[in-house]
């Protein structure tokens, strides 16, 4: 008998997060506490996005800053976890199999996305990772078939997270909303509507969100959602827990998705 890994997605909301989203953070801490100790995680994020599937071969990830105009403490942070340049051969490998051409890079480090959220579940940052890119231009379901390909993975101890956006209009945020606030009507709606297609496991429903209430306002461009189809397909059918922090800035819904690993037999 062995462990299947979970798979996870967070919404990992704008890049103060870590300083201003505690809800946030108390859910990223808890979901690092429930989940067993992986050997490695592979972490796709909505802020790298290249031609192909492409996984990092950095023995020791880079923590990117790719903002700007937010507080100086921000760009002291450091997320100095070890890389793992072999999990990122075995994906490629996983993917190329699937018949995904993939391809590795040699020293691309963890932007935000992945950083921030890694953070807080795991603060001793000693737990190798690699980082996965997104494939521009291609569409939702091409991302739940490449979560698909790496679902061997979550039998090798390898912890899937993906870290994007359930709502990402910035036309629909507030900055001086307080964190009491009642979150935008819309950006309310289509989160709702987003829990209970994952609740009934309805892939094609959710393949087709654009239709879905606000569901094209929610994301004027695709990037940020499309890690939360990585995860789908990794997810492999798996029941769900929604975490529910507060949204930020009125309409950035901060929602998290844990699939449960079950035991299979050997």
Do not use: K
């Not at 859910?27 to 972490?43: D, K, S, T």
């Amino acid at each position: 008998m062995h462990l299947r890994m979970p798979v996870v997605f967070v919404s990992h909301g704008a890049p103060d997060a870590l300083l201003n989203a505690p809800d946030a953070v108390a859910c990223w801490r808890e979901l690092g506490q429930q989940i067993p100790q992986p050997a490695a995680i592979l972490v796709v994020s909505a802020h790298w996005e290249a031609r192909q599937p492409t996984l990092s071969l950095a023995s020791a990830p880079e923590t990117i800053h790719d903002f700007s105009g937010f507080p100086p403490a921000l760009y002291r942070m450091q997320y100095a976890a070890p890389g793992a340049p072999a999990l990122a051969e075995r994906a490629a490998s996983l993917l190329s199999a699937a018949g995904l051409v993939a391809d590795l890079h040699p020293s691309r480090g963890l932007d935000h996305g992945a950083w921030a959220p890694l953070s807080a579940m795991y603060p001793q940052a000693n737990i190798p990772v690699t980082q996965l890119s997104l494939v521009h231009t291609a569409s939702a379901a091409a991302h739940v078939a490449l979560g698909r390909a790496l679902v061997p993975l979550r039998d090798e101890g390898v912890l899937i997270v993906a870290s994007g956006a359930i709502t990402h209009n910035f036309g629909w945020l507030d900055i001086h909303a307080s964190a009491d606030a009642a979150p935008l009507p819309q950006a309310q709606l289509f989160t709702d509507w987003v829990a209970g297609r994952v609740a009934a496991r309805d892939v094609d429903g959710l393949l087709d969100y654009r239709s879905a209430p606000y569901g094209a306002d929610a994301h004027p461009s695709e990037e940020h959602f499309l890690p939360f189809f990585v995860a789908l397909g990794a997810a492999d059918g798996d029941i769900s827990l929604r975490f529910r922090p507060r949204f930020t800035y009125g309409a950035l819904a901060m929602d998290a998705y844990l699939w449960r690993g079950v035991v299979l037999d050997s």
